[in-house]
């Protein structure tokens, strides 16, 4: 794929204290090497955030927009990583709840891994879709409304979903191929 093929795309990834963050970097770089522009956006005023590593904390991310000054209307795509206490901390506040719901309203493209998935079951966007995650959340999308299967990447429409860190390559590679589309 050509290196340039995102050119002039600007992502969003919603992360808060406690994302997984191989699932916030590794993406946020195949993104940016790919040509896209990707901005990480984080509730309250942090100008970083926190990012769990497999077992402990791992390094700290900058954030280069509050929650409260992001647009989704600014953005093409939405990234939401992973890890339990990111989307548990981001589902309990409204305005990340409206600013995800944006994309899936408006048919942007979103993409999800592992605990990722739980934002979206409140946002309202799995009902009908066809979707992985890490197993625990199984139960949840499927009360939501959604088809579950544990497979390494699952790309129904505008909607990339993931299970775990082992499954970035092929995560990031199809929501790429979605961007270039």
Same mark, same amino acid.
């Given at each position: 794929?050509?290196?340039?093929?995102?050119?002039?795309?600007?992502?969003?990834?919603?992360?808060?204290?406690?994302?997984?963050?191989?699932?916030?970097?590794?993406? @946020?770089?195949?993104?940016?090497? !790919?040509? !896209? %522009?990707?901005?990480?956006?984080?509730?309250?005023?942090?100008?970083? $955030? %926190?990012?769990?590593?497999?077992? #402990?904390?791992?390094?700290?991310?900058?954030?280069?927009?509050?929650?409260?000054?992001? /647009?989704?209307?600014?953005?093409?795509?939405?990234?939401?990583?992973?890890?339990?206490?990111?989307? #548990? /901390?981001?589902?309990? %506040?409204?305005?990340?709840?409206?600013?995800?719901?944006?994309?899936?309203?408006?048919? /942007?493209?979103?993409?999800? $891994?592992?605990?990722?998935?739980?934002?979206? $079951?409140?946002?309202?966007?799995? @009902?009908?879709?066809?979707?992985?995650?890490?197993?625990?959340?199984? %139960?949840?999308?499927?009360?939501?409304? !959604?088809?579950?299967?544990?497979?390494?990447?699952?790309?129904?429409?505008?909607?990339?979903?993931?299970?775990?860190?082992?499954?970035?390559?092929? &995560?990031?590679?199809? &929501?790429?191929?979605?961007? !270039?589309?």
């Amino acid at each position: 794929m050509n290196s340039k093929s995102l050119s002039g795309k600007k992502i969003a990834v919603l992360a808060t204290e406690g994302f997984e963050y191989s699932e916030l970097t590794e993406p @946020k770089r195949m993104l940016e090497e !790919a040509g !896209a %522009k990707v901005e990480v956006i984080a509730p309250g005023d942090a100008k970083e $955030i %926190k990012g769990w590593n497999v077992s #402990d904390w791992g390094d700290a991310v900058k954030v280069d927009r509050p929650l409260s000054q992001a /647009k989704p209307d600014d953005y093409e795509a939405l990234l939401l990583p992973g890890g339990v206490m990111n989307p #548990d /901390k981001l589902r309990l %506040k409204k305005e990340a709840i409206s600013f995800v719901r944006a994309f899936g309203d408006a048919n /942007k493209p979103i993409a999800a $891994i592992c605990h990722g998935p739980w934002t979206l $079951i409140d946002a309202g966007c799995v @009902k009908g879709h066809t979707m992985t995650s890490w197993p625990s959340l199984q %139960k949840d999308l499927e009360n939501a409304g !959604a088809h579950w299967e544990d497979r390494e990447v699952i790309r129904d429409g505008n909607l990339v979903t993931s299970r775990k860190p082992d499954d970035i390559p092929a &995560f990031g590679k199809a &929501f790429i191929e979605l961007l !270039a589309a």
